[in-house]
């Protein structure tokens, strides 16, 4: 699949939430079906790491959502997108060093946010394919069932099977907040701290601010 620069992908996205907004929700299963799997099979290990989460403390459920977010998310290219401008001026040895931090710190972000259960359930509202034949599945994280945020999905084809591409929780994308942040860090101290920030992130998750 050819695909854009990032400003115009996320200005589809940003459409697309807009649009499905002002309709209902059928069932697109027939198209979108591949792409709603990826997403409800992702959830579903979020929530099976968090009735577990006491039990396997942060390592564990770093452990077992490490392969899940591999499988479900296409985490090279999104962290490719996050660096903007500034990916095509890195050395290939420095771009697979912020692929490995990135994915690590994805990774950990998870496993810090999702560590308790206590009634969550995710809830999908509605999918519809956007351009460039993306499909947004758009769902709701509950608590014995009152709504706590709306998470919606980017999910693109990519070599044959789909992959989780951006997130919007609540409105925010999180691509467009770590591309922020992170080109900010690198504009600011250059590449080397950036690594350092999000390798003190994953240290601070695991080990620090949140407790398996």
């Known amino acids: 699949m050819t695909r854009q620069e990032i400003g115009w992908r996320m200005a589809g996205v940003w459409v697309a939430v ?11 299963a027939a198209q979108t079906g591949p792409a709603v ?20 403390r942060f390592k564990g459920r770093y452990g077992k959502l490490m392969p899940a977010v ?10 490719q997108l996050t660096l903007g401008p500034y990916w095509g001026r890195l050395t ?12 690590k710190l994805t990774v950990a972000t998870y496993a810090a ?21 993306d499909v947004l599945v758009e769902t709701e994280l509950t608590t014995h069932g009152r709504k706590n ?3 919606d999905y980017l999910v693109a084809p990519t070599g044959g099977h789909w992959e989780i591409v951006n997130i919007v929780a609540n409105g925010v994308s ?5 591309r922020a942040q992170y080109t900010d860090i690198i504009r600011k ?11 003190g992130k994953v240290a601070q998750l695991s080990h620090g601010a949140v407790k398996g």
């Open 37 to 56: 799997a990826v997403v409800r099979n992702f959830q579903n290990t979020l929530i099976a790491v968090m009735k577990a989460g006491k039990s396997l």
């Open 149 to 151: 945020a709306t998470i």
């Open 70 to 79: 591999h499988k479900s998310h296409d985490l090279a290219y999104i962290a």
């Open 189 to 199: 101290k250059g590449f080397p701290a950036l690594l350092t920030t999000l390798r």
């Open 92 to 103: 290939p040895a420095e771009q697979q060093a912020f692929v490995r931090a990135f994915t």
């Open 113 to 133: 946010q999702f560590r308790r259960y206590s009634g969550q359930a995710f809830r999908r509202v509605t999918s519809q394919e956007v351009a460039q034949g």
């Open 18 to 28: 807009a649009w499905l907004a002002t309709v209902s929700a059928p069932a697109y």
């Open 174 to 178: 999180d691509l467009a907040l770590k």
